[in-house]
T-cell receptor
Framework: KQEVTQIPAALSVPEGENLVLNCSFT??????LQWFRQDPGKGLTSLLL?????REQTSGRLNASLDKSSGRSTLYIAASQPGDSATYLC??????????????FGKGTKLTVNP | EAEVAQSPRYKITEKSQAVAFWCDPI?????LYWYRQILGQGPELLVQ????????DSQLPKDRFSAERLKGVDSTLKIQPAELGDSAMYLC?????????????FGEGSRLTVL
C-alpha cells in the first residue's frame, strides 16, 4: 500500500527565508506527483505537477524536484512571504483498480511565514 | 477561469439525517473524483467516475454513502443516515479524460458538521 509522508508537519519561518518542504512515498510506480496548497477551510490549489519522467518543475518562486527511485520530492520556496502561509500537500498518482488511477495524499506541512 | 463548482459550502445536520453534496466539474473533464478530508489529514478518495461510470468506489462506505453522475457531467454524493464520524470536508476534483499525465483540479469543498 502506497504511503506518502510529509516532513515537517509544521514549519514557522521569518519572512524572506528560503525553505524546503519534504515528501516521501513508499512505492516508486507512480505516474506523477503533484504539490497543492490549501488555505484554511478552502479547497486545494494545484501548484506544480511533475511527471514520473521529469526531475523538476518551476513556477515563479516555487521549485519542485522528484527523485522517483528514492521515493522523494521536495518543494522549494524562495524568498517566503506571509501570503505563502498555508498547508502544502503532496500527492502521488498511481494505478488503481479497474485500470484507473488515483491520488494518494500526504497529511501536509502547515507553513507559517511571520512578517 | 474554469472552476470546479461545489455546493453547499457548509452543511450542519443532526445524525441520522440525510445530506447531499453537488459537484459540477470543469467543462470537458470526463474524470470526476470525490474525496473526504478529515481535519488535519490529507484527502482520501471515496469514488472516481469516468464519464457516468464508477471506476473506483472501493473506499466508499456503501451502506450509507452513494454517488451518481447520471449524464456524465455533474455529480451528487449522498449520505444517509449521517453519523458523527462523517464530519469532514468533502472535496470534488476533475481531470481531463483519462489523462494519466494530467492535473487534478479541486473545488472549494463542502464542509459537513454532524451533531
Amino acid at each position: 500500500k502506497q504511503e506518502v509522508t510529509q516532513i515537517p508537519a509544521a514549519l514557522s519561518v521569518p519572512e524572506g527565508e528560503n525553505l524546503v518542504l519534504n515528501c516521501s512515498f513508499t512505492d516508486s510506480a507512480i505516474y506523477n506527483l503533484q504539490w497543492f496548497r490549501q488555505d484554511p477551510g478552502k479547497g486545494l490549489t494545484s501548484l506544480l505537477l511533475i511527471q514520473s519522467s521529469q526531475r523538476e518543475q518551476t513556477s515563479g518562486r516555487l521549485n519542485a524536484s522528484l527523485d522517483k527511485s528514492s521515493g522523494r520530492s521536495t518543494l522549494y520556496i524562495a524568498a517566503s512571504q506571509p501570503g505563502d502561509s498555508a498547508t502544502y500537500l503532496c500527492a502521488v498518482r498511481l494505478p488503481s483498480q479497474g485500470g484507473s488511477e488515483k491520488l494518494v495524499f500526504g497529511k501536509g506541512t502547515k507553513l507559517t511565514v511571520n512578517p | 477561469e474554469a472552476e470546479v463548482a461545489q455546493s453547499p459550502r457548509y452543511k450542519i445536520t443532526e445524525k441520522s439525517q440525510a445530506v447531499a453534496f453537488w459537484c459540477d466539474p470543469i467543462s470537458g473533464h470526463a474524470t470526476l473524483y470525490w474525496y473526504r478530508q478529515i481535519l488535519g489529514q490529507g484527502p482520501e478518495l471515496l469514488v472516481q467516475f469516468q464519464d457516468e461510470s464508477v471506476v473506483d468506489d472501493s473506499q466508499l462506505p456503501k451502506d450509507r454513502f452513494s454517488a451518481e453522475r447520471l449524464k456524465g457531467v455533474d455529480s451528487t454524493l449522498k449520505i444517509q443516515p449521517a453519523e458523527l464520524g462523517d464530519s469532514a470536508m468533502y472535496l470534488c476534483a476533475s481531470s481531463l479524460l483519462r489523462d494519466l499525465t494530467g492535473e487534478l483540479f479541486f473545488g472549494e469543498g463542502s464542509r459537513l458538521t454532524v451533531l
